[in-house]
């Protein structure tokens, strides 16, 4: 590259952004506590930490509080390895009362709206949770805040950002006061069909969540997205999708438009004019989908196409989607069934502001 060229590139990087193209509004995102030890370089203080007992050994790591494959330590010939999703992360409280009671509010990170509010504290893994809807640059995605001591929001709320959901507790299977926090999640919602999937594959189990069951809501790193809003509080928030690593990649038949990238247009940049055959799906060890490319011949089921050396590395860190068998990588039933929820139809994609879409929000 010439120098030139090279000042012009480095000048285009310091323009305002949307000068070559769409402006993004910029998130300007919240914590969802007055705890902002993230943002300090302090994991300890930030992050609440999780029991241990791993070999015969009990132990409190702070780091098992992160977003990621954290949990369920398991030795491998190439070390020691985690191969349990934590699809959030643990914020520790910061106050507490005379008898240890944590005193912390819980507030939305942003403007938004309340689509769920779970208030039974046996009736969920998570205790009692909300869920609220945001729009973030043309796009819904999803606000989770678990393990609460109570909740003052209620369905179809509008909340402003800093508004208070609930209060940080400890609600929920296996936790107790010492170890309350608040369980926050980022996510994108799979299907608007989630009930009729449940029919499906579960028709003996309860819905009592409807859409907004954890198992239709799939988590990106919340911490990784605040600290890149705090180098960069312009950031395009589809190429900060699409930059996740991948860890596997998958292909499905197509013949119709995806809801999902009816939902999330920055899944697939290139548009063909009509439904392609088949899609390419990528997708991170925890199985986010970060990427949609349409391909050009038909196939009858779903195929592993790619997986990446890591997940070899990392003992099949793929949340259950895929299954080893003599050395090739194969769909589980599990990853199947995980498909048949985030591959629903979509009569066009055409924008979000149908009956149902942005403009009813």
Same mark, same amino acid.
């Given at each position: 590259?010439?120098?030139?060229?090279?000042?012009?590139?480095?000048?285009?990087?310091?323009?305002?952004?949307?000068?070559?193209?769409?402006?993004?509004?910029?998130?300007?995102?919240?914590?969802?506590?007055?705890?902002?030890?993230?943002?300090?370089?302090?994991?300890?203080?930030?992050?609440?930490?999780?029991?241990?007992?791993?070999?015969?050994?009990?132990?409190?790591?702070?780091?098992?509080?992160?977003?990621?494959?954290?949990?369920?330590?398991?030795?491998?010939?190439?070390?020691?390895?985690?191969?349990?999703?934590?699809?959030?992360?643990?914020?520790?409280?910061?106050?507490?009362?005379?008898?240890?009671?944590?005193?912390?509010?819980?507030?939305?990170?942003?403007?938004?709206?309340?689509?769920?509010?779970?208030?039974?504290?046996?009736?969920?893994?998570?205790?009692?949770?909300?869920?609220?809807?945001?729009?973030?640059?043309?796009?819904?995605?999803?606000?989770?805040?678990?393990?609460?001591?109570?909740?003052?929001?209620?369905?179809?709320?509008?909340?402003?950002?800093?508004?208070?959901?609930?209060?940080?507790?400890?609600?929920?299977?296996?936790?107790?006061?010492?170890?309350?926090?608040?369980?926050?999640?980022?996510?994108?919602?799979?299907?608007?069909?989630?009930?009729?999937?449940?029919?499906?594959?579960?028709?003996?189990?309860?819905?009592?969540?409807?859409?907004?069951?954890?198992?239709?809501?799939?988590?990106?790193?919340?911490?990784?997205?605040?600290?890149?809003?705090?180098?960069?509080?312009?950031?395009?928030?589809?190429?900060?999708?699409?930059?996740?690593?991948?860890?596997?990649?998958?292909?499905?038949?197509?013949?119709?438009?995806?809801?999902?990238?009816? &939902? =999330?247009?920055? !899944?697939? $940049?290139?548009?063909?004019? @009509?439904?392609? +055959?088949?899609?390419?799906?990528?997708?991170? %060890? *925890?199985?986010?989908?970060?990427?949609?490319?349409?391909?050009?011949?038909?196939?009858?089921?779903p195929a592993v196409l790619r997986v990446a050396a890591s997940v070899r590395r990392y003992g099949l860190a793929t949340n259950g989607i895929?299954?080893?068998?003599?050395?090739?990588?194969?769909?589980?039933?599990?990853?199947? &069934? =995980?498909?048949? !929820?985030? $591959?629903?139809?979509?009569? @066009?994609?055409? +924008?979000?502001?149908?009956?149902?879409?942005? %403009? *009813?929000?």
């Open positions: 590259m010439s120098l030139f060229a090279s000042r012009l590139a480095a000048l285009i990087l310091l323009l305002p952004a949307g000068l070559f193209g769409q402006a993004r509004e910029p998130l300007g995102l919240i914590l969802p506590t007055d705890n902002r030890a993230l943002f300090e370089d302090d994991g300890p203080g930030f992050y609440q930490v999780t029991e241990r007992n791993f070999e015969g050994e009990r132990t409190w790591p702070w780091e098992g509080g992160q977003y990621g494959f954290v949990r369920n330590a398991v030795r491998r010939p190439t070390g020691v390895v985690y191969n349990r999703l934590h699809e959030g992360i643990d914020i520790r409280p910061l106050t507490r009362d005379a008898q240890g009671e944590p005193l912390d509010d819980v507030k939305s990170v942003s403007d938004g709206r309340i689509v769920y509010v779970n208030r039974s504290a046996g009736g969920s893994n998570y205790g009692r949770y909300v869920v609220v809807e945001y729009l973030w640059q043309g796009a819904r995605y999803y606000g989770l805040y678990a393990h609460l001591a109570s909740t003052n929001v209620y369905p179809s709320q509008m909340v402003q950002q800093g508004d208070v959901l609930g209060r940080l507790g400890y609600s929920g299977d296996g936790l107790d006061r010492a170890r309350a926090h608040v369980h926050f999640e980022l996510n994108m919602l799979l299907s608007e069909r989630y009930d009729d999937w449940m029919r499906r594959h579960n028709p003996r189990e309860g819905n009592p969540h409807g859409r907004y069951n954890g198992q239709n809501l799939a988590g990106f790193s919340p911490s990784d997205l605040y600290l890149a809003l705090d180098r960069n509080p312009n950031l395009d928030l589809g190429l900060f999708m699409r930059q996740q690593p991948e860890a596997f990649v998958l292909s499905v038949p197509g013949g119709y438009w995806l809801d999902l990238v009816r &939902r =999330y247009p920055w !899944l697939m $940049t290139q548009r063909p004019s @009509s439904p392609p +055959p088949a899609y390419e799906i990528a997708f991170t %060890a *925890g199985g986010f989908p970060v990427r949609v490319r349409p391909l050009d011949i038909g196939q009858t089921s895929l299954r080893e068998d003599d050395g090739s990588y194969l769909l589980s039933a599990k990853g199947l &069934r =995980y498909l048949d !929820l985030l $591959t629903s139809p979509a009569e @066009s994609l055409g +924008p979000l502001d149908t009956p149902g879409g942005m %403009a *009813g929000w």
